[in-house]
T-cell receptor, first 113, second 110 residues
């Protein structure tokens, strides 16, 4: 079945560590997005990519990095520079033309311990 | 700078009545608007959308209204059912960007 897969579902990070969240899609979508959800703040855009080897910063890119070496994959690295990384992270992909809505992964909950 | 705002964090309605969820946006470049439904610890799922060239789109119990001059859209659910209880996110998009509101938690009481 086509879909978008995030892994792991739960991730624990020690302070000062970098961690990478995986996002893979087999929907052949060009556009992919990373969002962060905090209570009461909805979904905030971290990074997005419209095409392989190209990506743009969203509203809260500081402390994060991404790569888009393959169409299917858009991993997000949470670096030690991100001061408050504990959150729920959602990856999404979009088909051309937005009237069908984005497809979301099941999310990764990152906790700093 | 929050470009999409949902000013009501929660809404409670009785089963069978109408639920109206509201959303405001600031960027006139948005040309597509979407509503998503989200359950805890899951990704949002697409519910309904509307193009900026329309003012209404209906799909079963769900209707989205768009008022471009007011930069306002709303989602109407009629009749509301207990299974509709979830967080609803409004989203606005251009061809290369998609922004979300903070969400409204809808509770439908039996």
């Amino acid at each position: 079945d086509g879909g978008i897969t995030q892994s792991p579902k739960y991730l624990f990070r020690k302070e000062g560590q970098n961690v990478t969240l995986s996002c893979e899609q087999n929907l052949n979508h060009d556009a992919m997005y990373w969002y962060r959800q905090d209570p009461g703040q909805g979904l905030r855009l971290i990074y997005y990519s419209q095409i392989v080897n190209d990506f743009q910063k969203g509203d809260i890119a500081e402390g994060y990095s991404v790569s888009r070496e393959k169409k299917e994959s858009f991993p997000l690295t949470v670096t030690s520079a991100q001061k408050n990384p504990t959150a729920f992270y959602l990856c999404a992909s979009n088909p051309p033309g937005l009237n069908t809505g984005a497809f979301f992964g099941q999310g990764t909950r990152l906790t700093v311990v | 700078d929050q470009q999409v705002k949902q000013n009501s964090p929660s809404l409670s309605v009785q089963e069978g009545r109408i639920s109206i969820l509201n959303c405001d946006y600031t960027n006139s470049m948005f040309d597509y608007f979407l509503w998503y439904k989200k359950y805890p610890a899951e990704g949002p799922t697409f519910l309904i959308s509307i193009s900026s060239i329309k003012d209404k789109n209906e799909d079963g119990r769900f209707t989205v209204f768009l008022n471009k001059s007011a930069k306002h859209l709303s989602l109407h659910i009629v009749p509301s059912q207990p299974g509709d209880s979830a967080v609803y996110f409004c989203a606005a998009s251009t061809f290369n960007d998609m922004r979300f509101g903070a969400g409204t938690r809808l509770t439908v009481k039996p």
